[in-house]
Structures are given as structure tokens and as C-alpha cells.
């Protein structure tokens, strides 16, 4: 990288004895005689490293450059000269931001090695700049969507592990997100520019999967016209999901137990052993330790698989995610549907904070997508719901007699709402549309607050 220096003294002989020698070095050197015009070199934007004098004359001081850099520009270090005598100025730019000072008459072969520092730790600066916009770019871990104090751990786990090399068991109930936590787990690896190798172990008989995942060479059966590379050797160098893990067979079992510990294997009739280096990550709905125990899972491969276990939580007992959740898929399917549909009125909300959602994420988004397409108003209601998320809620009414007053009303609403949602207060006020808050103030009014109600259940 070839740094851009930037020096300001308003005595021609330093600035430009300066110059000559940063250039000798093999820097790019521009030269300022006053404080404004080093400003303007600086707000063009591709300045590295700042030297420059305090005191100047003209409007703009070394101190003023200093303070604009720390300001506006904070990643460029700035280097202040001061005359003789004036430390207590030095002190301050020190205090001010300077990385940092020397006194004239300057020592040069100082004053380079502080410049050689600085512009390394600038390069440190500017690489992880670089990397972090990646990061942000392209692998976003904000594909899993959720809140939670749970999927946030989850989220936590998949940062940490993903760039080891260490196999990692996702767990979890059908539609949970077991495979969006394997894909966030390649994207933020640095095996991330190579190939993402997905296999379904319960989609393929025992002997085609075998073969998918190892290959065969020519004529290994009937059928096998030419020779076949495997998902782990197009895996090389990457990863390979293996969903669905639980419903292998013992023979496949074996082989890649072997993968594992050897990164061996062979070809479905085939003689050379090939090598690969391949981050394997296997899910499963199932209870692999109960499949140890009845004997259809080999222990030692469940122990390999099992080196990081990620456990993804069903979405019942996550239901903070759910309001996220739902204005992801929302968006997601008004813009799929060509539609414009704003919400959810708090009837078809309510009732899909009551669902129990078995079928998790999926039956989520599922509901999301049909009742996008279902409704016809702004909004989303009851009747736009799945008939098994609305069916409980249609049946479950308040009953608020004639004759009351809407205060009255509104306390019976909130009081009903509040036990049927066991206390929970967030849930609460989103269901009745006001912000807790509100919830809370309403709950002092109609006295259904008690005094201890800070250190109750949310
Ligand atoms: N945290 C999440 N954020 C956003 N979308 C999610 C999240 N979790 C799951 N989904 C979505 O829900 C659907 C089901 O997720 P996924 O296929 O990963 O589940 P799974 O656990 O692998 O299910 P199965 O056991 O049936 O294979 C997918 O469309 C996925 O994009
Ligand atoms: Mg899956």
C-alpha cells in the first residue's frame, strides 16, 4: 500500500526538506504552507497521515487541523511539531488526539519511525474496515432473523464457531431454521468463496447415497455408465450440510466416520483412497443420543458429528421472535404478491401470538404468505388467517355486557388479555396495539397493577 503524507509548516525549508525525504522513502507527499490550505488537502479525501506545525499564521492553526482530523476524519494519524519551549502546547494536542509530538529542531530518523508506525497501524485500521464491510455485505448473519434471548445465543454460537473447523450438530424440531443456521455458518467461515455442498440423506436410497456423497468410479454397478465424483469431493475445500443425518445407513455410517477422522475415503468400487479437507455440518429433528441408545446410530460417528452442538429452539418458546418474523415475511411476500398490505389487525395478531406453530418458522412464513394473499383491506385479519391458527382464537371471545362505559370496557380488555397471556405484558400491548407504556400507565388507572409489578414476569 503506498500512503499519502500530508505536511503543513509554514517554513519552506521544513516543509519541503520534509517532502524530499518522505519521498525518498517511497511515500506520496503533499506539501501545505498554512493550516487552510492542509485542509483542503484533507477534506479531497486521500490523505493518510497528517504532520504538521502548531503554530502558523493565517486563520487556521495546527491545532484547528487536528481537532477538524479527530472530528471528521479520525483515522488518519496526525503528528504535531512544536517550537522549542512550548511542551504545555504539545501536552494539550496530545490530550486533543495527536498520535504524536516532536520538538524542533526536529530529529528526522525520529520523526520516520514514528511515521512508519502509525501508517502500519493505519493498514491494520483500513484491512479491518475492509473486513468488516464484507461481513456486512455479503454474509449476513441478520439472515436469522430473531431477537430472542434464545435464537440470540444461537447467533452468538454461530459467530463463534463458524470459522473452525470443529463439525457442528444443528438439532432442532422440523421448520426451526436448522439449514439457514448451516448456511449462515459457510457464509461467515472462510471457506465462504467455496462450494456450499448440500445433501439430503432421507431423499436418496441407501446405495445412491452412498454414491451421491463418495462418488463411483465407471461400471462400480449396474447403471454406473461413467465415473461419478461425490458431494465430498466437490465439497473440497468447503462445506457439506448433511441434512437429515439420522437416517443413514450402517455402511454409510462407517464411511464417513472414516471421512472424518481421516478425511479418507474411496469411490463406491474404486481403489485409490482420495483425500479432501471439507467442514461437514449434519442436522436432525431426531434424538441422535436415543438412536445411539437403540443401537441404529454408531456412538463414535455421533460423537464425531456432535463436536459443536447447536440446538435450535422450537418457535413456541421463542415468541418474541414472532413480531420480527412476521414483518420479514410480510414484506417479503407483498413484494413477491405485487401487494401493498400493511399489518395485522390485532384479532389475526393475537391469535398468532396464541398458535403454538408445530410446524415452527415454516408454518410461520406459510401463514404470512397465504394471508398475504388472501386479504383484501390493509390489514390482515382473522378471517385471512389458516384456519388452524384463527380456528382458537374465533372460538375464545371477551364478554363485555351492554351499558358500561368505555373505561370500564377497556379495563375488561386489558384485564382478559393480560390472564390469557399469562401476565405477560410485552405480548399484551403488542395484541391490543399500544406500546407498554401505555399498558403500563392503563394498568395503574384501572388499578390492576400491583406494587411489586417491576420484578414480575414479562
Ligand atoms: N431465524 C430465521 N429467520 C428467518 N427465516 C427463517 C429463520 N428460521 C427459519 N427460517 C425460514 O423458515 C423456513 C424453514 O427453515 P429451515 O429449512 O432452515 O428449517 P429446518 O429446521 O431445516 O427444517 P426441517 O427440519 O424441516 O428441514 C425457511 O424458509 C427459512 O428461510
Ligand atoms: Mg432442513
Redesign the pocket.
Known amino acids: 500500500m503506498k500512503f499519502t503524507i500530508l505536511i503543513i509548516d509554514d517554513e519552506k525549508n521544513i516543509r519541503e526538506g520534509l517532502a524530499a525525504d518522505f519521498e525518498m522513502d517511497g511515500y506520496n507527499v503533499k506539501v501545505a504552507e498554512n493550516g487552510k490550505q492542509g485542509l483542503e488537502f484533507i477534506s479531497k479525501g486521500d490523505i493518510d497521515l497528517v504532520i504538521t506545525d502548531l503554530r502558523m499564521p493565517g486563520g487556521v492553526s495546527g491545532e484547528d487541523v487536528l481537532r477538524h482530523v479527530t472530528a471528521e476524519t479520525p483515522g488518519i494519524p496526525v503528528i504535531v511539531l512544536t517550537g522549542h519551549g512550548s511542551i504545555d502546547a504539545a501536552v494539550q494536542a496530545m490530550h486533543d488526539g495527536a498520535y504524536d509530538f516532536l520538538t524542533k529542531p526536529l530529529n528526522l530518523e525520529q520523526l520516520e519511525m514514528i511515521v512508519k508506525r502509525a501508517l502500519q497501524g493505519r493498514e491494520l485500521s483500513l484491512q479491518h474496515q475492509q473486513l468488516l464491510k464484507e461481513v456486512d455485505s455479503n454474509h449476513q448473519v441478520d439472515?436469522?432473523?430473531?431477537k430472542s434471548a434464545a435464537?440470540q445465543k444461537?447467533i452468538t454460537l454461530v459467530k463463534k464457531v463458524a470459522d473452525a473447523k470443529i463439525s457442528v450438530l444443528?438439532t432442532?424440531?422440523?421448520?426451526?431454521?436448522?439449514?439457514?443456521?448451516?448456511?449462515a455458518l459457510h457464509k461467515l467461515s472462510s471457506r465462504r468463496n467455496n462450494s456450499f455442498i448440500k445433501v439430503h440423506c432421507a431423499a436418496l436410497s441407501e446405495t445412491l447415497l452412498e454414491s451421491e456423497l463418495f462418488g463411483h468410479e465407471k461400471g462400480s454397478f449396474t447403471g454406473a455408465e461413467s465415473l461419478h465424483k461425490g458431494k465430498f469431493e466437490q465439497a473440497h475445500g468447503g462445506t457439506i450440510f448433511l441434512?437429515?443425518i439420522g437416517e443413514i445407513n450402517q455402511t454409510v455410517q462407517v464411511k464417513l466416520l472414516r471421512v472424518l477422522q481421516e478425511k479418507k475415503f474411496e469411490r463406491v468400487g474404486g481403489e485409490q483412497t482420495l483425500e479432501v479437507d471439507v467442514r461437514v455440518i449434519a442436522?436432525?429433528?431426531r434424538n441422535l443420543e436415543e438412536e445411539v441408545k437403540a443401537g441404529r446410530f454408531r456412538e463414535d460417528l455421533y460423537f464425531r458429528l456432535n463436536g459443536i452442538h447447536i440446538e435450535?429452539p422450537p418457535l413456541r418458546e421463542r415468541k418474541d421472535?414472532i413480531p420480527?418474523?412476521m414483518n420479514?415475511?410480510l414484506e417479503k411476500y407483498n413484494a413477491e404478491n405485487n401487494k401493498n398490505v400493511k399489518g395485522f389487525d390485532s384479532r389475526a395478531r393475537a391469535a398468532i401470538y396464541k398458535y403454538d406453530w408445530p410446524?415452527?418458522?415454516?408454518e410461520?412464513?406459510h401463514c404470512v404468505e397465504s394471508s398475504v394473499v388472501m386479504a383484501s383491506g390493509d390489514e390482515i385479519t382473522l378471517d385471512d388467517l389458516p384456519p388452524t391458527v384463527s380456528h382458537q382464537s374465533k372460538s375464545e371471545n371477551i364478554a363485555i355486557p351492554v351499558g358500561i362505559s368505555l373505561d370500564e370496557a377497556e379495563k375488561i380488555l386489558i384485564q382478559q388479555n393480560l390472564a390469557a397471556n399469562k401476565g405477560n405484558k410485552s405480548k399484551t400491548a403488542d395484541i391490543l396495539g399500544i406500546g407498554r407504556k401505555t399498558l403500563h400507565r392503563k394498568l395503574q388507572e384501572y388499578g390492576l397493577e400491583n406494587d411489586d409489578e417491576e420484578t414480575s414476569q414479562e
Open positions: 439472515e436469522i432473523i430473531g435464537m444461537v444443528v432442532g424440531e422440523s421448520g426451526v431454521g436448522k439449514e439457514v443456521v448451516a448456511d441434512d437429515e442436522a436432525t429433528n435450535v421472535d420480527l418474523l420479514a415475511f410446524g415452527n418458522i415454516r410461520l412464513q
